[in-house]
Protein backbone atom coordinates (compact mmCIF):
# COMPACT_ATOMS: atom_id res chain seq x y z
CA UNK A 1 0.00 0.00 0.00
CA UNK A 2 1.45 3.17 -1.10
CA UNK A 3 2.74 5.29 2.50
CA UNK A 4 1.09 8.49 3.86
CA UNK A 5 4.12 10.14 2.96
CA UNK A 6 3.70 10.03 -0.69
CA UNK A 7 0.20 10.79 -0.47
CA UNK A 8 1.14 13.74 0.90
CA UNK A 9 3.63 15.20 -1.30
CA UNK A 10 0.66 14.36 -4.24
CA UNK A 11 -2.01 16.06 -2.26
CA UNK A 12 -0.04 19.13 -1.74
CA UNK A 13 1.64 19.26 -5.57
CA UNK A 14 -2.20 18.60 -7.02
CA UNK A 15 -3.46 21.44 -4.33
CA UNK A 16 -1.11 23.05 -5.62
CA UNK A 17 -1.76 23.46 -9.31
CA UNK A 18 -5.80 23.34 -8.55
CA UNK A 19 -4.98 26.76 -6.64
CA UNK A 20 -3.23 28.21 -9.55
CA UNK A 21 -5.39 27.18 -12.19
CA UNK A 22 -8.46 29.09 -10.38
CA UNK A 23 -6.33 31.64 -8.61
CA UNK A 24 -4.95 32.53 -11.86
CA UNK A 25 -8.06 35.00 -13.40
CA UNK A 26 -7.42 37.45 -9.82
CA UNK A 27 -3.45 36.33 -10.25
CA UNK A 28 -3.53 37.99 -13.89
CA UNK A 29 -5.31 41.00 -12.44
CA UNK A 30 -2.65 41.72 -9.83
CA UNK A 31 0.50 40.20 -11.80
CA UNK A 32 0.10 42.86 -14.07
CA UNK A 33 3.70 45.05 -15.20
CA UNK A 34 3.37 48.48 -14.38
CA UNK A 35 3.78 50.80 -17.44
CA UNK A 36 6.42 53.26 -16.92
CA UNK A 37 6.74 55.25 -19.84
CA UNK A 38 4.26 57.78 -20.82
CA UNK A 39 4.41 59.54 -24.30
CA UNK A 40 3.20 60.64 -27.56
CA UNK A 41 4.33 59.69 -30.81
CA UNK A 42 4.79 61.80 -33.52
CA UNK A 43 5.46 60.75 -37.20
CA UNK A 44 5.56 61.69 -41.14
CA UNK A 45 5.01 59.10 -43.97
CA UNK A 46 5.05 59.67 -47.67
CA UNK A 47 1.86 58.95 -50.09
CA UNK A 48 2.57 55.11 -49.61
CA UNK A 49 2.62 55.33 -46.06
CA UNK A 50 6.50 54.30 -45.90
CA UNK A 51 9.42 56.64 -44.72
CA UNK A 52 10.99 56.59 -47.81
CA UNK A 53 10.01 59.18 -51.20
CA UNK A 54 8.98 62.13 -49.35
CA UNK A 55 8.54 65.18 -51.95
CA UNK A 56 11.40 67.31 -51.94
CA UNK A 57 11.37 69.01 -55.48
CA UNK A 58 8.07 70.80 -55.27
CA UNK A 59 6.85 72.24 -58.22
CA UNK A 60 4.00 75.08 -58.59
CA UNK A 61 0.52 73.67 -58.50
CA UNK A 62 1.77 71.00 -58.01
CA UNK A 63 -0.11 68.20 -55.28
CA UNK A 64 1.42 66.01 -52.51
CA UNK A 65 0.42 63.78 -50.26
CA UNK A 66 1.78 62.72 -46.50
CA UNK A 67 0.28 61.39 -43.56
CA UNK A 68 0.69 62.49 -40.59
CA UNK A 69 0.63 59.82 -37.51
CA UNK A 70 0.21 60.40 -34.01
CA UNK A 71 0.41 57.28 -31.33
CA UNK A 72 -1.05 57.58 -27.88
CA UNK A 73 0.67 55.93 -24.86
CA UNK A 74 -0.32 58.51 -22.16
CA UNK A 75 -2.31 56.38 -20.19
CA UNK A 76 -5.64 57.66 -21.35
CA UNK A 77 -7.82 59.36 -24.01
CA UNK A 78 -6.21 62.24 -25.45
CA UNK A 79 -7.22 65.42 -26.84
CA UNK A 80 -4.66 66.67 -29.65
CA UNK A 81 -3.90 69.54 -31.95
CA UNK A 82 -2.08 70.00 -34.91
CA UNK A 83 -0.60 73.31 -36.16
CA UNK A 84 0.88 73.15 -39.96
CA UNK A 85 3.30 76.04 -39.96
CA UNK A 86 5.11 76.43 -42.84
CA UNK A 87 8.87 79.06 -42.84
CA UNK A 88 11.89 80.05 -44.60
CA UNK A 89 15.93 78.95 -43.35
CA UNK A 90 15.72 82.20 -41.02
CA UNK A 91 12.43 82.23 -39.38
CA UNK A 92 11.29 80.73 -36.35
CA UNK A 93 11.71 76.85 -35.95
CA UNK A 94 10.89 74.28 -32.85
CA UNK A 95 13.38 73.61 -30.67
CA UNK A 96 13.51 70.38 -29.82
CA UNK A 97 15.95 70.88 -27.20
CA UNK A 98 15.04 74.08 -25.43
CA UNK A 99 11.20 72.16 -25.81
CA UNK A 100 9.89 75.46 -27.76
CA UNK A 101 7.61 75.85 -30.61
CA UNK A 102 7.92 77.91 -33.53
CA UNK A 103 6.67 81.57 -33.05
CA UNK A 104 5.43 81.96 -36.40
CA UNK A 105 1.64 81.75 -36.74
CA UNK A 106 -0.31 78.46 -37.68
CA UNK A 107 -1.53 78.73 -41.01
CA UNK A 108 -4.39 75.58 -40.22
CA UNK A 109 -5.19 73.78 -37.36
CA UNK A 110 -6.71 70.07 -36.89
CA UNK A 111 -7.90 68.56 -33.57
CA UNK A 112 -7.69 64.71 -33.33
CA UNK A 113 -8.95 62.41 -29.89
CA UNK A 114 -6.99 59.56 -29.76
CA UNK A 115 -7.73 56.78 -27.42
CA UNK A 116 -4.72 55.30 -24.64
CA UNK A 117 -2.60 52.83 -26.59
CA UNK A 118 -4.74 53.98 -30.02
CA UNK A 119 -2.94 55.42 -33.11
CA UNK A 120 -4.26 57.75 -35.69
CA UNK A 121 -2.74 58.80 -39.23
CA UNK A 122 -4.16 61.88 -40.94
CA UNK A 123 -3.69 62.45 -44.68
CA UNK A 124 -2.52 65.54 -45.81
CA UNK A 125 -2.36 67.17 -49.26
CA UNK A 126 -1.08 70.13 -49.88
CA UNK A 127 -0.02 72.12 -53.43
CA UNK A 128 2.03 75.28 -53.21
CA UNK A 129 1.49 78.66 -55.61
CA UNK A 130 4.83 80.83 -55.93
CA UNK A 131 7.02 82.80 -58.60
CA UNK A 132 10.19 83.63 -58.49
CA UNK A 133 11.69 87.25 -57.98
CA UNK A 134 14.03 89.38 -60.40
CA UNK A 135 17.08 86.99 -61.75
CA UNK A 136 15.42 83.78 -59.32
CA UNK A 137 17.27 85.85 -56.67
CA UNK A 138 13.92 84.28 -54.26
CA UNK A 139 10.58 82.94 -54.71
CA UNK A 140 7.63 84.78 -53.12
CA UNK A 141 4.26 82.21 -52.34
CA UNK A 142 0.50 83.40 -53.01
CA UNK A 143 -1.17 80.33 -51.57
CA UNK A 144 -1.00 76.92 -49.79
CA UNK A 145 -3.66 74.78 -50.66
CA UNK A 146 -3.82 72.24 -47.49
CA UNK A 147 -6.38 69.64 -47.17
CA UNK A 148 -8.65 71.62 -49.91
CA UNK A 149 -8.45 74.48 -47.96
CA UNK A 150 -6.87 77.59 -49.19
CA UNK A 151 -3.93 79.39 -47.05
CA UNK A 152 -2.62 82.72 -47.63
CA UNK A 153 0.81 83.12 -47.63
CA UNK A 154 1.26 86.32 -49.22
CA UNK A 155 3.97 87.25 -46.50
CA UNK A 156 6.06 84.33 -47.01
CA UNK A 157 9.07 84.44 -49.05
CA UNK A 158 12.44 82.15 -49.48
CA UNK A 159 15.99 83.57 -50.65
CA UNK A 160 18.39 81.53 -52.98
CA UNK A 161 20.78 79.44 -50.63
CA UNK A 162 23.44 79.99 -52.82
CA UNK A 163 25.36 77.88 -51.14
CA UNK A 164 22.59 74.51 -51.72
CA UNK A 165 21.76 75.95 -54.63
CA UNK A 166 18.04 75.78 -53.67
CA UNK A 167 15.40 77.92 -52.07
CA UNK A 168 14.68 76.07 -49.22
CA UNK A 169 10.91 76.10 -47.42
CA UNK A 170 9.96 74.12 -43.84
CA UNK A 171 6.10 72.89 -43.85
CA UNK A 172 6.44 71.48 -40.30
CA UNK A 173 3.94 70.08 -37.95
CA UNK A 174 3.77 70.90 -34.28
CA UNK A 175 1.67 68.81 -31.57
CA UNK A 176 -0.84 70.54 -28.86
CA UNK A 177 -2.26 68.90 -26.25
CA UNK A 178 -5.59 69.92 -24.02
CA UNK A 179 -5.06 70.53 -20.40
CA UNK A 180 -8.06 69.70 -18.75
CA UNK A 181 -6.61 71.65 -15.65
CA UNK A 182 -5.84 74.78 -17.19
CA UNK A 183 -8.48 74.48 -19.94
CA UNK A 184 -5.84 75.42 -22.73
CA UNK A 185 -4.04 73.18 -25.18
CA UNK A 186 -0.20 73.37 -24.24
CA UNK A 187 2.59 72.62 -26.91
CA UNK A 188 3.16 68.79 -26.31
CA UNK A 189 7.46 69.30 -27.12
CA UNK A 190 6.84 67.06 -30.54
CA UNK A 191 7.25 68.29 -34.03
CA UNK A 192 7.85 66.61 -37.64
CA UNK A 193 8.36 68.47 -40.70
CA UNK A 194 9.71 68.25 -44.53
CA UNK A 195 12.03 70.63 -46.33
CA UNK A 196 10.96 71.42 -49.62
CA UNK A 197 12.80 72.70 -52.89
CA UNK A 198 10.56 75.13 -54.98
CA UNK A 199 13.21 74.91 -58.02
CA UNK A 200 10.99 72.74 -59.98
CA UNK A 201 9.20 74.21 -62.69
CA UNK B 1 -30.57 125.88 -62.50
CA UNK B 2 -28.92 122.78 -64.34
CA UNK B 3 -25.82 122.80 -61.84
CA UNK B 4 -28.17 122.84 -58.99
CA UNK B 5 -29.72 119.82 -60.77
CA UNK B 6 -26.67 118.35 -61.04
CA UNK B 7 -25.62 118.74 -57.39
CA UNK B 8 -28.44 117.75 -55.99
CA UNK B 9 -28.07 114.19 -58.26
CA UNK B 10 -24.86 113.62 -57.04
CA UNK B 11 -25.62 114.28 -53.66
CA UNK B 12 -29.00 111.98 -53.82
CA UNK B 13 -26.49 109.27 -55.03
CA UNK B 14 -23.99 109.80 -52.43
CA UNK B 15 -26.37 109.71 -49.66
CA UNK B 16 -27.68 106.52 -50.55
CA UNK B 17 -24.34 104.78 -50.85
CA UNK B 18 -23.41 106.38 -47.42
CA UNK B 19 -26.93 105.11 -46.12
CA UNK B 20 -26.09 101.70 -47.55
CA UNK B 21 -22.56 101.53 -45.96
CA UNK B 22 -22.86 101.45 -42.71
CA UNK B 23 -25.96 98.89 -42.77
CA UNK B 24 -23.92 96.74 -45.10
CA UNK B 25 -20.97 97.03 -41.84
CA UNK B 26 -23.86 96.00 -39.33
CA UNK B 27 -24.64 92.89 -41.00
CA UNK B 28 -21.36 91.93 -41.84
CA UNK B 29 -20.76 92.74 -38.04
CA UNK B 30 -23.63 90.53 -36.91
CA UNK B 31 -22.71 87.94 -38.87
CA UNK B 32 -19.00 87.82 -37.22
CA UNK B 33 -20.76 87.97 -34.00
CA UNK B 34 -23.11 84.99 -35.20
CA UNK B 35 -20.22 83.29 -35.99
CA UNK B 36 -17.70 83.51 -33.42
CA UNK B 37 -20.62 82.84 -31.05
CA UNK B 38 -21.26 79.28 -32.36
CA UNK B 39 -17.74 78.71 -32.46
CA UNK B 40 -17.04 79.12 -29.08
CA UNK B 41 -20.40 77.08 -28.70
CA UNK B 42 -19.24 74.22 -30.19
CA UNK B 43 -15.62 74.23 -28.81
CA UNK B 44 -17.58 74.18 -25.60
CA UNK B 45 -19.33 71.30 -26.54
CA UNK B 46 -15.99 69.60 -27.41
CA UNK B 47 -14.52 69.87 -24.85
CA UNK B 48 -17.42 68.88 -22.54
CA UNK B 49 -17.64 65.52 -24.94
CA UNK B 50 -13.91 64.89 -24.56
CA UNK B 51 -14.35 65.11 -20.76
CA UNK B 52 -17.64 62.80 -21.08
CA UNK B 53 -15.46 60.33 -22.70
CA UNK B 54 -12.64 60.86 -20.79
CA UNK B 55 -14.71 59.47 -18.00
CA UNK B 56 -16.21 56.49 -19.71
CA UNK B 57 -12.68 55.31 -21.03
CA UNK B 58 -11.14 55.49 -17.15
CA UNK B 59 -14.34 53.57 -16.13
CA UNK B 60 -13.47 50.88 -18.62
CA UNK B 61 -15.64 51.77 -21.06
CA UNK B 62 -14.87 50.82 -25.11
CA UNK B 63 -15.15 54.46 -26.94
CA UNK B 64 -14.26 53.35 -30.14
CA UNK B 65 -17.77 54.43 -31.55
CA UNK B 66 -17.57 57.61 -29.55
CA UNK B 67 -14.29 59.03 -30.58
CA UNK B 68 -15.06 58.29 -34.08
CA UNK B 69 -18.13 61.12 -33.54
CA UNK B 70 -15.72 63.18 -31.79
CA UNK B 71 -13.09 63.00 -34.56
CA UNK B 72 -15.69 63.39 -36.67
CA UNK B 73 -16.44 66.68 -34.56
CA UNK B 74 -12.98 67.84 -34.26
CA UNK B 75 -12.44 68.05 -37.84
CA UNK B 76 -15.98 70.34 -38.32
CA UNK B 77 -14.43 72.90 -35.81
CA UNK B 78 -11.23 73.05 -37.43
CA UNK B 79 -12.95 73.52 -40.46
CA UNK B 80 -15.04 76.23 -39.05
CA UNK B 81 -11.88 77.89 -36.92
CA UNK B 82 -10.48 78.08 -40.68
CA UNK B 83 -13.09 79.50 -42.54
CA UNK B 84 -13.57 82.05 -39.46
CA UNK B 85 -10.04 82.76 -38.90
CA UNK B 86 -10.22 83.77 -43.26
CA UNK B 87 -13.45 85.97 -42.60
CA UNK B 88 -16.04 83.48 -44.39
CA UNK B 89 -18.35 83.24 -41.83
CA UNK B 90 -21.54 81.56 -43.60
CA UNK B 91 -19.11 78.59 -43.46
CA UNK B 92 -17.60 78.96 -40.11
CA UNK B 93 -21.39 79.19 -38.87
CA UNK B 94 -22.33 76.13 -41.08
CA UNK B 95 -19.25 74.25 -39.67
CA UNK B 96 -19.78 75.24 -36.30
CA UNK B 97 -23.66 73.95 -36.74
CA UNK B 98 -22.53 70.56 -38.02
CA UNK B 99 -19.67 70.26 -35.05
CA UNK B 100 -22.72 70.59 -32.68
CA UNK B 101 -24.80 68.26 -34.77
CA UNK B 102 -22.18 65.67 -34.23
CA UNK B 103 -22.59 65.90 -30.52
CA UNK B 104 -26.20 66.01 -30.07
CA UNK B 105 -26.46 63.69 -27.13
CA UNK B 106 -22.96 62.40 -27.00
CA UNK B 107 -23.03 62.91 -23.02
CA UNK B 108 -25.89 60.67 -22.30
CA UNK B 109 -24.13 58.05 -24.44
CA UNK B 110 -20.76 58.17 -22.89
CA UNK B 111 -22.60 58.06 -19.62
CA UNK B 112 -24.08 55.16 -20.87
CA UNK B 113 -21.19 53.36 -21.67
CA UNK B 114 -19.88 54.62 -18.49
CA UNK B 115 -22.41 52.92 -16.42
CA UNK B 116 -22.16 49.92 -18.13
CA UNK B 117 -18.74 49.68 -18.19
CA UNK B 118 -19.09 50.36 -13.93
CA UNK B 119 -21.42 47.38 -13.98
CA UNK B 120 -19.39 45.06 -16.37
CA UNK B 121 -16.53 46.22 -14.45
CA UNK B 122 -18.19 45.31 -11.11
CA UNK B 123 -19.12 41.72 -12.27
CA UNK B 124 -16.04 41.15 -13.79
CA UNK B 125 -14.33 41.68 -10.25
CA UNK B 126 -17.25 39.70 -8.58
CA UNK B 127 -16.50 36.41 -10.89
CA UNK B 128 -12.46 36.77 -11.89
CA UNK B 129 -11.32 37.92 -8.98
CA UNK B 130 -13.47 37.38 -5.55
CA UNK B 131 -14.92 34.39 -7.29
CA UNK B 132 -11.43 32.85 -7.89
CA UNK B 133 -9.71 33.88 -4.42
CA UNK B 134 -12.86 31.96 -3.14
CA UNK B 135 -12.61 28.91 -5.12
CA UNK B 136 -8.82 28.70 -4.30
CA UNK B 137 -9.06 29.10 -0.73
CA UNK B 138 -12.10 26.54 -1.18
CA UNK B 139 -9.82 23.92 -2.68
CA UNK B 140 -7.18 24.61 0.08
CA UNK B 141 -9.65 23.40 2.72
CA UNK B 142 -11.44 20.61 0.59
CA UNK B 143 -8.02 19.36 0.71
CA UNK B 144 -7.33 20.26 4.21
CA UNK B 145 -10.35 18.18 5.34
CA UNK B 146 -9.65 15.32 2.54
CA UNK B 147 -6.17 14.98 4.32
CA UNK B 148 -7.33 14.91 7.62
CA UNK B 149 -9.92 11.84 6.62
CA UNK B 150 -7.49 10.58 5.11
CA UNK B 151 -5.01 10.67 8.07
CA UNK B 152 -7.66 9.17 9.94
CA UNK B 153 -8.09 6.13 7.55
CA UNK B 154 -4.90 5.56 7.61
CA UNK B 155 -4.61 5.59 11.79
CA UNK B 156 -7.48 3.41 11.46
CA UNK B 157 -5.63 0.75 9.46
CA UNK B 158 -2.76 0.44 11.16
CA UNK B 159 -0.76 2.27 8.56
CA UNK B 160 1.88 4.94 10.03
CA UNK B 161 3.22 7.98 8.02
Sequence with gaps: MTSLHEFRILFVAVTGILVLLVASPALSRLLVFPRTDYFTE?????????????PFNVARNQSYNVFLG????????????????????????????????SSLPALYNI?????????????????FEYEYGEMFSGVKFSNLTLNGVNLDLSNYAIKWDSGKKVFL????????????????????????????????? | MMSVLKFSFVLLVFLGLASQFPVSVVLAQASEAEAASALVTSE?????????LSNASEAGANVSSLLVRLNEAGWFLSRAQIAFKSGDFDSALEYAAQ??????????????????AIYEHYMDFLVNVA???????????????????????????????
Design chain 1, 111 to 127: TVFVADEGTRELPFGFS
Design chain 2, 131 to 161: GSIVGAVSIVCVSLISWFFLKRKYARAGISA
Design chain 2, 99 to 116: CQEKLNGFAADADALKEN
Design chain 1, 70 to 101: IGNHLGYCSYYLIEVKFRNQTQSAPNSFNRTC
Design chain 1, 42 to 54: LWILDSNHKAENY
Design chain 1, 169 to 201: GNLFFELWIYNSTMSSFQYHERSVGLWFNMTTF
Design chain 2, 44 to 52: DSVISAYQA
